[in-house]
């Protein structure tokens, strides 16, 4: 089975500053999707960035990217000119790749990291 | 991304009662599904509601606690049955529209059981 792990529980970035969240999982498959999701106070998941395992190509959104390095199983997302709007719990998540009966569409997540920005 | 609309947004239930909540999408999607988020915890897929056949539950999770509709491509409902106050959590809705897409959230119910 995938797991994730994030070993930030909390983070904290000065304002308009850059922030690098850590995330790694664990899987037998070569082929997958990873997500990262923001869910701010008013609990709404909100969809970050996504990455498809076999584009070699970090995705980017805006002031979100990410460093995917398959080999060794971390996906981290960097938040760059970080804004009071950021704050939030930011979750990692794996899935299967379609056709996967054992494994379904199911997103595994990470227990989160609790993000803080001061001004 | 679709339009996710989720309810009751929250309330408030005795034990042994059941609550239904209802997830509407604005859009014909092929996957929904629901995770519960425990106080202070991640996700957890509860099951995958299938249109127009029984839904896929996870482990640890069976239908007759967590009966699931889904009538057409746009609707769904979970109902939690007999209620604890350990089920006290939030409870999402998310689709995905295409088979490998991005999956998008519902708003959440909050569910607190006295």
């Known amino acids: 089975a995938q797991t994730v792990t994030q070993s930030q529980p909390e983070m904290s970035v000065q304002e308009a500053e850059t922030v690098t969240l850590s995330c790694t999982y664990d899987?037998?498959?070569?082929?997958?999707?990873l997500f990262w999701y923001k869910q701010p106070p008013s609990r709404q998941m909100i969809l970050v960035i996504r990455?498809?395992?076999?584009?070699?190509q970090n995705a980017t959104e805006n002031r979100f990217s990410v460093n995917f390095q398959k080999a060794a199983k971390s996906f981290s997302l960097k938040i760059s000119d970080s804004q009071l709007g950021d704050a939030a719990m930011y979750f990692c998540a794996y899935r299967s790749p379609p056709g996967r009966e054992t494994s379904g569409s199911r997103l595994t997540f990470g227990e989160g990291t609790q993000l803080t920005v001061n001004p | 991304s679709a339009v996710i609309s989720q309810k009751p947004s929250r309330d408030i239930c005795q034990r042994g009662t059941s609550l239904t909540i209802q997830c509407q999408v604005d859009s014909q999607v092929t996957m929904m599904f629901w995770y519960r988020q425990q106080p202070g915890q991640s996700l957890t897929l509860i099951a995958t509601a299938n249109q127009g056949s029984e839904a896929t539950y996870e482990s640890g999770f069976v239908i007759d606690k967590f009966p699931i509709s889904r009538p057409n491509l746009t609707f769904s409902t979970l109902t939690v049955s007999n209620m604890s106050p350990e089920d006290s959590s939030i409870y999402l809705c998310?689709?995905?529209?295409?088979?490998?897409?991005?999956?998008?959230f519902g708003p959440g119910t909050r569910l607190t059981v006295l």
């Open positions: 998310s689709v995905e529209g295409r088979e490998g897409g991005p999956q998008y």
């Open positions: 990455q498809e395992a076999y584009k070699q």
């Open positions: 899987t037998s498959e070569s082929d997958y999707y």
